[in-house]
Nanobody, 125 residues
Framework: QVQLVESGGGSVQAGDSLRLSCAAS????????LGWFRQAPGKEREGVAA????????VYADSVKGRFTISQDNAKNTLYLQMNSLKPEDTAMYYC??????????????????WGQGTQVTVSS
């Protein structure tokens, strides 16, 4: 059974850092494009960062550029999201996702195939 399990969320102060992890089981990360998304209460799910396995290229939402870094450890089959200089507007449920090697788009949640259950990040001012 294919599963994505996120961890690492929590409650922090503005300016703090967190590192989210997403462990995969049932398949290998090299078979998919990988990404992080978030959803705040009352808002649509939005793309945060993606890493394109074929090229190694990473893309970020404008709101997190320079603060967040997506990376992966293939040996551990784990995806990470390092979040620095957190802001209250970063508060959301964060999800990792796996999509096709070609065609997964950060701006299109429908182009992603697999989702984790989410981990909550709360940033207070």
């Amino acid at each position: 059974q294919v599963q994505l399990v996120e961890s690492g969320g929590g409650s922090v102060q503005a300016g703090d850092s967190l590192r989210l992890s997403c462990a995969a089981s049932g398949y290998t990360y090299s078979s998919y494009t990988l990404g992080w998304f978030r959803q705040a209460p009352g808002k649509e799910r939005e793309g945060v960062a993606a890493r394109y396995t074929v090229t190694g290229r990473t893309v970020y939402a404008d709101s997190v550029k320079g603060r967040f870094t997506i990376s992966q450890d293939n040996a551990k089959n784990t995806l990470y999201l390092q979040m620095n200089s957190l802001k209250p507007e970063d508060t959301a449920m964060y999800y990792c996702a796996a999509g096709p090697l070609f065609g997964a788009k950060l701006g299109d949640t429908g182009s992603w195939d697999l989702w984790g259950q989410g981990t909550q990040v709360t940033v207070s001012s």
